[in-house]
């Protein structure tokens, strides 16, 4: 296959960090290739960089043999790169059409757009993967999955020569994979190249013949996955050998929640479990199961219909969620960036949006003391 894509020696510095370091990689014409490494070691920062995102420091891309600037996002969809980022790139209050579309709309004389033929195409593009999805639909009404999946047929709408996938499959289940899959070996038989990033191994060895590994913002080597194990793999990507490790139960006879009966107005019915002192409660089930609502009930941001809950065996109501963080409960949203965090404000602030009290017991906040508790719980995390 002949390169349909090129990194020469491609470097990318920020203030006090180095990003990339002459990283130099090919993807054929037709190919599906890997782009493996822990999280920091360069992979999106490369991705950003195809995508015109980013500048590099040094260093070159050559598609199809020819050396080419991208220098904003626009110039990288006309040199024929389309781009999923791991982070969505969309507008909830807009359709599913017109979040497609965003950057380029079908217009009829330049003037007005082409609603209607908008959501044709739309259709078109998501009939490969899930059919289910509205083109009319505000985008906002959507599950993350459903909204992942509509990134991925945008891309398809561009009828790119490159298509970078990052992280494309982090709230898909295993059938919307295999549909994924599907759409992603037809782009190569098309003479499409892609790179596909992903920490589910098992993804990248079914659908990639050949992948490049990085650490630390360099290259470790190009590899062909025949001839590898995963296990050989994750070592490449963590520069050692990771011993097996058995995790020992920690749970105990202590119930610490119950919920019995519980529901709600959406998708909850009669949900009853027992929660120990310890222990780790897995919920599993596909997208649209209840799984996001049961814990939003848990956590009082939605209002339960029927049933109880009860934290060391006393009966809990919640009218909202600073209840439930009184009861020592808290929830790590499903969308971190929308619902988990405020952007504008500090690590620190954010650490603490959920305990401010704790900090300002009298209206005022220590702000040495908050420092010291986030600057520890960062390092606990490393």
Do not use: W
Request: glycine share 8%; aromatic share 2%; with cysteine.
């Amino acid at each position: 296959m002949s390169p349909r894509l090129q990194f020469k020696g491609i470097s990318k510095l920020f203030p006090a960090v180095r990003a990339l370091h002459e990283v130099s990689l090919s993807v054929g014409a037709g190919e599906i290739h890997g782009l493996l490494g822990e999280n920091g070691a360069g992979k999106s920062t490369l991705l950003r960089i195809l995508s015109g995102v980013y500048r590099p420091t040094a260093g070159s891309v050559l598609i199809d043999g020819k050396p080419v600037t991208l220098a904003n996002p626009v110039a990288a969809r006309a040199a024929g790169v389309a781009m999923i980022h791991q982070e969505l790139q969309q507008v909830p209050r807009l359709s599913v059409a017109q979040n497609m579309f965003l950057g380029h709309p079908l217009t009829r004389g330049g003037i007005f757009v082409a609603s209607r033929e908008q959501e044709r195409r739309a259709a078109e593009a998501l009939a490969a993967i899930d059919p289910s999805i509205d083109p009319a639909a505000p985008l906002g009404t959507l599950k993350v999955a459903q909204r992942q999946i509509v990134e991925i047929a945008r891309a398809l709408l561009d009828r790119a020569r490159i298509v970078a996938m990052d992280e494309p499959t982090s709230s898909l289940t295993p059938s919307e994979f295999e549909r994924l899959a599907q759409v992603i070996t037809g782009l190569a038989r098309d003479g499409v190249a892609v790179v596909y990033v992903s920490h589910k191994l098992d993804e990248v060895f079914g659908i990639c013949r050949r992948a490049t590994i990085m650490r630390d913002g360099i290259v470790v080597d190009s590899v062909d996955l025949k001839d590898l194990s995963e296990k050989a793999v994750v070592a490449m990507m963590v520069g050692r050998e990771l011993a097996q490790e058995h995790h020992n139960s920690h749970a105990t006879n202590k119930v610490m929640l119950s919920a019995r009966g519980l529901s709600s107005a959406t998708k909850v019915r009669n949900v009853s479990f027992d929660l120990h002192r310890g222990e780790v409660l897995g919920i599993a089930g596909l997208v649209g199961s209840g799984r996001t609502e049961l814990l939003r009930l848990l956590a009082g941001a939605d209002r339960a219909t029927a049933g109880t809950i009860a934290i060391d065996g006393k009966a809990a109501r919640f009218a909202g969620p600073r209840d439930a963080i009184a009861a020592g409960i808290g929830l790590v949203p499903e969308e971190r960036k929308r619902e988990g965090i405020v952007p504008l404000r500090s690590i620190t602030s954010n650490m603490a949006l959920a305990s401010m009290n704790v900090f300002a017991p009298r209206g005022v906040i220590d702000h040495t003391r908050l420092k010291q508790v986030a600057v520890d719980r960062m390092s606990r995390v490393n």
